[in-house]
């Protein structure tokens, strides 16, 4: 019942109860006399308007005291309830909920805080599992920062002291230290990268461009990085060369070369590393596919290669240097896009993972 409706009621209560008990008294008194009630203005009679007096105070009291247990139980004690629940928030105490049963404005109040509660809490939680992220993103790097390094090192030690004494040594040693160096880099981008997403220093900024062509300027830089590891890339494109999307290029450029990167770092070392692009469309969006045929992904593991700073046995036995969110970093930059990622892997046979983007038509 609505807090209006009780004050309402409360009034009419508090007033014409009494009055009409007083009647329904009055008429009962003078009807046991053996006269009406307009006898009673004829002459005075002390001993009735005593008793009528003694029975409209207690008739008041009692009422008065109905009234107060009703408000105060409607109304009091959910106050107080409510007062006790913003005392816990204050202190920062969250785990736990405040009832309401939806039927006045306090419930209606209660409601509204517990919807404050869990807001606060889920956020509390996304801050916590923040933090979590990058100190294991902080830890992940510097772990990972230690192999590059140690090799850089390591042969540049090599090269000062002339343990490089051929033509062919210098280069693979110069090599390595390149790559090593290339390493680094990534994992330093990553790091950047991530922390660039959670805050608010990370706007997009979308433009028209050609899907076809687009993803071939991504493809020509990537393909030497490819055929330094002596593999080769594909390309497939079913999609017509004036097909339009809107993204922020540098961000889905991130997106194809953390595949790319990925796909090179878990290659299999029996074979040459084959890696298939293909580009195809379907009604209304665009499907980019990367497909190599390295080490596969664990059944196990698929399901949170998305997850951030998720890092398979493979990787972690294999001693790949990564952040363990680069796939994550896949998921955030296309979902902000309007597309969604998708993946399937063969444990020893290769992986596919790709994305979707949303075709621009007609100015749609």
């Not at 006269?35 to 004829?42: E, K, P, R, S, T």
């Not at 009735?48 to 008041?60: E, H, M, N, P, Q």
């Not at 040459?272 to 196990?300: C, Q």
Request: glycine share 8%; net charge negative; proline share 2%.
């Amino acid at each position: 019942m609505k807090i209006r409706t009780r004050l309402v009621l409360s009034f009419f209560i508090s007033t014409l109860l009494p009055c009409l008990l007083l009647l329904l008294t009055l008429e009962v008194y003078m009807r046991v006399k053996g006269q009406g009630i307009a006898d009673l203005f004829n002459g005075p009679d002390e001993d009735f308007f005593r008793d009528v007096g003694a029975s409209i105070i207690i008739i008041l009291s009692l009422t008065s005291l109905v009234l107060i247990i009703w408000i105060y139980g409607g109304l009091v004690s959910r106050i107080r309830m409510l007062s006790k629940a913003a005392k816990r928030i204050e202190e920062g105490d969250l785990d736990f909920s405040i009832e309401s049963k939806g039927g006045d404005e306090i419930d209606d109040l209660a409601a509204s805080f517990e919807e404050m509660r869990a807001h606060l809490k889920a956020d509390s939680e996304k801050i916590v599992r923040l933090e979590d992220d990058r100190r294991q993103l902080l830890t992940n790097v510097a772990h990972d920062l230690k192999g590059p390094l140690t090799s850089i090192s390591g042969y540049a030690e090599g090269l000062y002291d002339g343990v490089a004494n051929t033509e062919e040594k210098k280069q693979r040693y110069l090599r390595t230290i390149m790559e090593k160096a290339k390493d680094m880099d990534s994992l330093l981008a990553q790091l950047s990268l991530f922390s660039k997403i959670d805050s608010d220093g990370f706007p997009y900024e979308f433009e028209h461009v050609k899907v076809v062509d687009y993803v071939a300027s991504i493809l020509r830089p990537a393909e030497l990085d490819i055929r330094n590891v002596g593999g080769m890339v594909y390309f497939f494109t079913e999609v017509s060369g004036d097909l339009e999307i809107i993204v922020d290029k540098d961000k889905i450029r991130r997106v194809i070369n953390n595949l790319i990167e990925n796909a090179i770092k878990y290659r299999r070392e029996d074979v040459p590393l084959a890696l298939k692009i293909y580009l195809d469309e379907e009604e209304s969006v665009v499907r980019f596919t990367v497909m190599d045929n390295g080490k596969g992904i664990p059944a196990k593991d698929i399901p949170h290669i998305f997850e951030r700073s998720f890092r398979g046995d493979q990787s972690r036995n294999a001693k790949v240097p990564g952040s363990g969110f680069g796939l994550s970093i896949v998921e955030k930059l296309v979902n902000d896009h309007g597309g969604e990622v998708f993946a399937s892997s063969q444990e020893g046979e290769g992986t596919t993972i790709g994305f979707t983007l949303k075709k621009y038509r007609n100015g749609v």
